[in-house]
């Protein structure tokens, strides 16, 4: 299917266009499978090399030349779009889960390190921004159609949109571009911090007014940047435009300390990795300091009010669908006032690869964002082989499991040598068993929770009470964990439970340098969370406490039921909208990739000895190094913490772990690792399909070998070929009179069929009038395979505004969970 690109092509007609026909049918002729194909496992290549291209077209034609065989890196440019389409080699995977912004430096008015102003500290001026920018320009011009204009936190490919839609629309049209408003707004507020304009100029102690903005410049952030800048310059400000690459640009906006003022603007952007089914989370990490542990988060003040409700969706502390909706627009709303990042657009972006080479691609976040892709990628029927991936950097920041490089380009591959408990879907967002078998759930009756797969059980109770042998707190001086029933002697109850049972074989698997997989790798996991956000623990970094609190304030207990097999039971007053997404694993992934207790107990003993940093924030605070487990200084550090493990056999956190290590199986430990070190260079053990064969920080190179013992088939997979997105098609009168009747028809299909019942969540609706405001929303009714019905009674249309009227219709899908659009415009006459 080809379809050229022009500035009027609508970001739905896009998403539309984007997807491939190439669903396997059941017409569809499989080929037989042979004894190799079915006794390989992990991985089907046995080799990815990763490495830097920083432009896409170069990138294309080495694609072409089968000089690589994916570009994970996105592209939004047409005319790169249109080159892809015409060459017969190459096809491409979409993402919808990105997003630009603009991110603010918060601290001040006045920077503690140069004494210069900054505006941006005050809400104000930050919420004025939102009117000074023209999205739609942004959208049309710098993207050339290839994005939508965004305003709000919440991604409008996902459920929430579509749930707060009425709202999201109103929040819309009042921060629409008006840029005699956001002039007006930024002189007031200018004049209370007591600047002044002198020819044209604004000056505050009788010097210009400086605004640093730091321009990314690898895609269309560096257009951004330049319009914003000449905006600013329009209404009397000077800027300094600072132009650097991802990896430059972190120091400045992501490691320095805000007060510094090496910035004031950021040219951001952001890839969500997976479909969010539930948003509630996103007002914590992208507004209050419990999202990252990074200097610029920890400079967010948000307002009370803001900072409650942000807290409350986080923790989910809601009884009821009608609560959240509640909680959720306020949140909306404060987030526009507060605008510590303002939304920009969301950019329809496409990944290419050549066309014989098969990957699987989350909707949300493309080649790079997914999780399965190192399960899936193949070279045609090839088994075997090397895969070149190429990618706009690499290496940005330090690789450690806790808190290392958060980059996309670093995370792909890090993820490549993972494994978890419970691995996302990548069209749904729904989790699937991967290490555990099965899944229990229970939650507090009336809670908003709902069931689709039969992997997991789900059952509702009035009482929920937590075990007295839980292990709710940890005691950092004792290394102990505390017990629900020494904590709270006269018993604890909770909303959420939930039992996870791993797999028989899951002491069989094995991380990297054949070491066994042990539950003390799990504990460890359980045990850090409380130590490193504990003042008495010699890992204490006060960058964990922000997001440690309202864990805190929700974990009930968690309770090893069996060692073998392993069954784990977790109590919470929090939980998700689906049940599949409640599991608590434990699983030893963590949020930056994998660790076992030996690898990261090395780097435990260097943050003790304040060597190293597992965090940036500490590792500036305490002036050392942020622990790094595949190149630079830390190697030589990590080395002697090594052979300091191995001459004591330590064993961290002994007084717990102790009981599940013995001193045989740390010699073994310890050995292994010394072994994997001396042979590979680096210390990064995971336990994924691929290992990390080695890295190669000059030339960002990163060289990856399929693991032979890894566990699972390698075409346990494969149905993930193409996403059914549904085609939408509304048709109905076109002009109607108020007090009459009216009728409209939705077709859904799928490559022209229609669209089974049983797959269609729901269908629903806005009416907008000649004012466009929303008079009439409902759902429509499902009369058919693939046909919707909404009817207007007489009652209904009484009192219309007269003039052109529009309906506006959202169908969710329980095979893709993107809400696809459709709209019909009208006439109301006399």
């Given at each position: 299917?080809?379809?050229?690109?022009?500035?009027?092509?609508?970001?739905?007609?896009?998403c539309?266009?984007?997807?491939?026909?190439?669903?396997?049918?059941?017409?569809?002729?499989?080929?037989?499978?042979?004894?190799?194909?079915?006794?390989?496992?992990?991985?089907?290549v046995?080799?990815?090399v990763?490495?830097?291209?920083?432009s896409?077209?170069?990138?294309?034609?080495?694609?072409?030349?089968?000089?690589?065989?994916?570009?994970?890196?996105?592209?939004?440019?047409?005319?790169?779009?249109?080159?892809?389409?015409d060459?017969?080699?190459?096809?491409y995977?979409?993402?919808?889960?990105q997003?630009?912004?603009l991110?603010?430096?918060?601290?001040?008015?006045?920077?503690?390190?140069?004494?210069?102003?900054?505006?941006?500290?005050?809400?104000?001026?930050?919420?004025?921004?939102?009117?000074?920018?023209?999205?739609?320009?942004?959208a049309?011009?710098?993207?050339?159609?290839?994005a939508?204009?965004?305003?709000l936190?919440?991604?409008?490919?996902?459920?929430?949109?579509?749930?707060?839609?009425?709202?999201?629309?109103m929040?819309e049209?009042?921060?629409?571009?008006?840029p005699?408003?956001?002039e007006s707004?930024?002189?007031e507020?200018?004049?209370?911090?007591g600047?002044?304009?002198?020819?044209?100029?604004?000056?505050?102690?009788?010097?210009?007014?400086?605004?640093?903005?730091?321009?990314?410049?690898?895609?269309q952030?560096?257009?951004?940047?330049?319009?914003?800048?000449?905006?600013?310059?329009?209404?009397?400000?000077e800027?300094?435009?600072?132009?650097?690459?991802?990896?430059?640009?972190?120091?400045?906006w992501?490691s320095?300390?805000?007060?510094?003022?090496?910035?004031?603007?950021y040219t951001?952007?952001?890839?969500?990795?997976?479909?969010?089914?539930?948003?509630?989370?996103?007002?914590?990490?992208?507004?209050?300091?419990r999202?990252?542990?990074?200097p610029?988060?920890?400079?967010?003040?948000?307002?009370?009010?803001?900072?409650?409700?942000?807290d409350?969706?986080?923790?989910?502390?809601?009884?009821?669908?009608?609560?959240?909706?509640e909680?959720?627009?306020r949140?909306?709303?404060?987030?526009?006032?507060?605008?510590?990042?303002?939304?920009?657009?969301?950019?329809?972006?496409?990944?290419?690869?050549?066309k014989?080479?098969?990957i699987?691609a989350?909707?949300?976040?493309?080649?790079?964002?997914?999780?399965?892709?190192?399960?899936?990628?193949?070279?045609?029927?090839?088994?075997g082989?090397?895969?070149?991936?190429?990618?706009a950097d690499?290496?940005?920041?330090?690789?450690?499991?806790?808190?290392?490089?958060n980059?996309?380009?670093?995370?792909?591959?890090?993820?490549?040598?993972?494994?978890?408990?419970?691995?996302?879907?990548?069209?749904?967002?729904?989790?699937?068993?991967q290490?555990?078998e099965?899944?229990?759930?229970?939650?507090?009756?009336?809670?908003?929770?709902?069931?689709?797969?039969?992997?997991?059980?789900?059952d509702?109770?009035?009482?929920?009470?937590?075990?007295?042998?839980?292990?709710?707190d940890?005691?950092?001086?004792?290394?102990?964990?505390?017990?629900?029933?020494?904590?709270?002697?006269?018993?604890?109850?909770?909303?959420?439970?939930?039992v996870?049972?791993?797999?028989?074989?899951?002491?069989?698997?094995?991380?990297?340098?054949?070491s066994r997989?042990?539950?003390?790798?799990?504990?460890?996991?359980?045990?850090?969370?409380f130590?490193r956000?504990?003042?008495?623990?010699?890992?204490?970094?006060?960058s964990?406490?922000p997001?440690?609190?309202?864990?805190?304030?929700?974990?009930?207990?968690?309770?090893?039921?069996?060692?073998?097999?392993?069954?784990?039971?977790?109590?919470?007053?929090?939980?998700?909208l689906?049940?599949?997404n409640?599991?608590?694993t434990?699983?030893?992934n963590?949020?930056h990739?994998?660790?076992?207790?030996?690898?990261?107990?090395?780097?435990?003993l260097?943050?003790?000895?304040?060597?190293?940093?597992?965090?940036n924030?500490?590792?500036?605070?305490l002036?050392?190094?942020?622990l790094?487990?595949?190149?630079?200084?830390?190697?030589?550090i990590?080395e002697?913490?090594?052979?300091e493990?191995?001459?004591?056999?330590?064993?961290?956190?002994?007084?717990?772990?102790g009981?599940?290590?013995?001193?045989e199986?740390?010699?073994?430990?310890?050995?292994?690792?010394?072994?994997?070190y001396?042979?590979?260079?680096?210390f990064?053990?995971?336990?994924?399909?691929?290992?990390?064969?080695?890295?190669?920080?000059v030339?960002?190179?990163?060289?990856l070998?399929?693991f032979?013992?890894?566990?699972?088939?390698?075409?346990?997979?494969?149905?993930?070929?193409?996403?059914l997105i549904?085609?939408?098609?509304i048709?109905?009168?076109?002009?109607?009179?108020?007090?009459?009747?009216?009728?409209?028809?939705?077709?859904?299909?799928?490559?022209?069929?229609?669209?089974?019942?049983?797959?269609?969540?729901?269908?629903?609706?806005?009416?907008?009038?000649?004012?466009?405001?929303?008079?009439?929303?409902?759902?429509?009714?499902?009369?058919?395979?693939g046909?919707?019905?909404?009817?207007f009674?007489q009652?209904?249309?009484?009192?219309l505004?007269?003039?052109p009227?529009?309906?506006?219709?959202?169908?969710v899908?329980?095979?893709?969970?993107?809400?696809?659009?459709?709209?019909?415009?009208?006439?109301?006459?006399?």
């Amino acid at each position: 299917m080809k379809r050229l690109l022009n500035k009027k092509t609508t970001f739905t007609e896009l998403c539309r266009c984007f997807v491939l026909p190439v669903l396997l049918t059941s017409f569809t002729l499989l080929p037989a499978i042979s004894a190799e194909q079915q006794q390989r496992r992990g991985a089907w290549v046995d080799e990815v090399v990763a490495e830097v291209e920083e432009s896409a077209s170069t990138a294309l034609r080495r694609l072409a030349t089968e000089d690589l065989h994916v570009y994970a890196s996105d592209i939004t440019d047409p005319d790169l779009y249109e080159q892809i389409q015409d060459n017969e080699d190459l096809h491409y995977e979409q993402q919808v889960g990105q997003s630009c912004e603009l991110a603010f430096n918060p601290s001040g008015p006045v920077f503690e390190g140069t004494g210069e102003l900054n505006p941006f500290a005050l809400p104000s001026m930050r919420e004025a921004m939102n009117w000074l920018v023209n999205r739609k320009h942004i959208a049309e011009e710098i993207y050339n159609g290839m994005a939508q204009p965004r305003w709000l936190t919440i991604s409008s490919a996902f459920p929430d949109y579509a749930r707060m839609v009425k709202k999201a629309r109103m929040l819309e049209q009042y921060y629409s571009h008006d840029p005699q408003k956001a002039e007006s707004v930024i002189t007031e507020e200018m004049k209370k911090l007591g600047a002044e304009k002198v020819n044209d100029l604004w000056h505050y102690e009788n010097e210009p007014v400086e605004i640093r903005l730091l321009i990314r410049t690898e895609d269309q952030r560096r257009e951004i940047g330049d319009y914003v800048a000449t905006l600013l310059e329009n209404i009397g400000f000077e800027v300094m435009r600072d132009y650097r690459s991802a990896s430059d640009a972190s120091p400045v906006w992501s490691s320095a300390n805000p007060a510094d003022g090496r910035f004031h603007i950021y040219t951001g952007a952001w890839i969500s990795t997976v479909i969010q089914r539930d948003q509630a989370g996103n007002f914590n990490f992208y507004y209050t300091p419990r999202g990252l542990g990074s200097p610029l988060w920890q400079a967010y003040e948000p307002s009370e009010e803001f900072d409650g409700i942000s807290d409350r969706l986080g923790r989910r502390d809601f009884g009821s669908m009608q609560e959240r909706k509640e909680l959720f627009e306020r949140a909306l709303e404060l987030s526009l006032q507060d605008s510590v990042r303002i939304w920009l657009v969301e950019p329809l972006s496409i990944s290419p690869r050549r066309k014989e080479v098969s990957i699987a691609a989350d909707l949300s976040g493309g080649i790079s964002g997914a999780y399965l892709w190192p399960y899936s990628l193949r070279i045609g029927q090839e088994i075997g082989g090397r895969a070149r991936i190429g990618m706009a950097d690499l290496l940005a920041e330090p690789w450690n499991p806790l808190d290392g490089s958060n980059w996309i380009f670093d995370m792909m591959f890090t993820r490549s040598t993972s494994d978890y408990g419970t691995i996302v879907d990548p069209y749904t967002g729904l989790y699937w068993p991967q290490r555990i078998e099965k899944g229990e759930v229970v939650v507090q009756e009336g809670l908003p929770v709902q069931k689709t797969h039969d992997w997991v059980s789900l059952d509702f109770s009035e009482e929920i009470q937590v075990p007295e042998d839980a292990w709710i707190d940890w005691d950092a001086e004792k290394q102990k964990f505390i017990t629900a029933g020494e904590k709270h002697p006269d018993g604890l109850t909770a909303r959420r439970k939930s039992v996870a049972y791993y797999s028989d074989n899951i002491f069989d698997t094995q991380w990297h340098d054949g070491s066994r997989f042990s539950v003390a790798d799990v504990i460890l996991a359980m045990i850090l969370v409380f130590d490193r956000a504990d003042e008495e623990s010699a890992l204490f970094d006060e960058s964990q406490v922000p997001s440690f609190i309202p864990f805190q304030r929700n974990f009930r207990g968690v309770r090893i039921k069996s060692e073998s097999p392993l069954i784990i039971e977790t109590y919470s007053e929090s939980y998700s909208l689906d049940a599949e997404n409640n599991v608590s694993t434990w699983y030893p992934n963590y949020a930056h990739g994998p660790g076992a207790w030996h690898t990261l107990g090395i780097g435990i003993l260097a943050e003790k000895a304040e060597e190293l940093a597992f965090s940036n924030h500490k590792s500036d605070r305490l002036e050392i190094e942020w622990l790094n487990m595949v190149s630079g200084p830390s190697m030589e550090i990590l080395e002697k913490k090594l052979q300091e493990a191995a001459d004591k056999s330590y064993i961290p956190f002994k007084n717990t772990l102790g009981e599940f290590i013995d001193s045989e199986q740390a010699a073994e430990r310890w050995k292994n690792l010394q072994q994997w070190y001396e042979n590979k260079g680096h210390f990064w053990v995971g336990v994924g399909p691929f290992y990390l064969e080695r890295v190669y920080p000059v030339e960002k190179n990163v060289h990856l070998k399929r693991f032979e013992n890894y566990p699972d088939p390698a075409d346990k997979w494969e149905r993930y070929e193409e996403p059914l997105i549904p085609d939408v098609d509304i048709t109905g009168p076109k002009s109607l009179r108020p007090g009459t009747e009216a009728e409209f028809t939705v077709d859904i299909t799928y490559q022209g069929r229609p669209y089974q019942r049983e797959h269609i969540n729901e269908i629903s609706f806005l009416w907008y009038d000649s004012g466009d405001n929303v008079v009439l929303k409902g759902n429509a009714d499902l009369v058919q395979e693939g046909k919707g019905k909404i009817k207007f009674s007489q009652e209904d249309t009484e009192g219309l505004s007269f003039g052109p009227n529009s309906l506006e219709i959202a169908v969710v899908s329980n095979l893709v969970s993107l809400p696809v659009f459709d709209s019909i415009e009208f006439v109301v006459r006399p």
